[in-house]
């Protein structure tokens, strides 16, 4: 168990470029959730899959927002011309899915991706 | 709709005393409770879980909660603070089932002297 693994750590960009967040989750599970923690707050949903289906979108996922999960494992997180008000810590979470497992319900983070928008 | 609020945004306690952090949530259903830790530049760490078992619940390094339904709380406990406990903690409601994303408190953040 590797835990989840994020990529990059830290992006500065300027207002108006794309960028693109990779998440690899633990091997074996097969949910994968999204969250923006802004300072001072908690992490907030953003949205999530099972396998490679994505099941639950936020409404703070807007339009310049995309998720994927091509082969159900690793998963993309790419924001469209960034604003300011996307800086944010960007957290990738893994689980099993409920039933399935002892801990299911367990999600297990990683270290994130700090995103800031000049 | 299921929310959790957490009391007190920073506690301060000094070394060997007890913690004590509270969180209280709203839930239509029966929820599975959990309180995350955050070390500075680090990830959240799970501490412990409530999943409708015993409402007594006890954690890593320590730590452990109580799961009271007649007063919808779920207040995090250490009987003796250590400096390493220094952190922000977040107490999480999640609905379960199909869904399963988590909601977070605001968090508290817990200093500890020396």
């Known amino acids: 168990d590797t835990g989840v693994s994020q990529d990059p750590r830290h992006k500065i960009t300027k207002r108006g470029q794309n960028v693109t967040f990779r998440c690899d989750p633990i091997s074996e599970h097969n949910r994968l959730y999204w969250y923006r923690q802004t300072l001072g707050q908690g992490p907030e949903f953003l949205t999530y899959?099972?396998?490679?289906?994505?099941?639950?979108k936020s409404r703070l996922l807007s339009d310049r927002f995309s998720a994927e999960r091509p082969k159900g494992s690793f998963s993309t997180l790419e924001i469209q011309r960034t604003e300011q008000g996307d800086s944010a810590m960007y957290l990738c979470a893994s689980s099993s899915t409920p039933g399935l497992a002892v801990r299911s319900y367990e999600q297990y983070f990683g270290p994130g991706t700090r995103l800031t928008v000049t | 709709a299921q929310s959790v609020t957490q009391l007190d945004s920073h506690v301060s306690v000094s070394e060997g005393t007890p913690v004590l952090l509270r969180c209280n949530y709203s839930?239509?259903?029966?929820?599975?409770l959990f309180w995350y830790v955050q070390h500075p530049n680090k990830g959240l760490q799970l501490l412990l879980k409530y999943t409708s078992a015993a409402t007594l619940v006890k954690g890593i390094n320590g730590f452990e909660a109580e799961f009271k339904k007649s007063e919808t709380s779920f207040h995090l406990t250490k009987p003796s603070a250590h400096m390493s406990d220094a952190a922000e903690y977040f107490c999480?409601?999640?609905?379960?089932?199909?869904?399963?994303?988590?909601?977070f408190g605001k968090g508290t953040k817990l200093s500890v002297k020396p």
């Open positions: 899959f099972q396998n490679e289906a994505q099941l639950e």
């Open positions: 839930s239509s259903y029966s929820p599975s």
């Open positions: 999480v409601v999640s609905e379960g089932g199909s869904q399963g994303n988590l909601i």
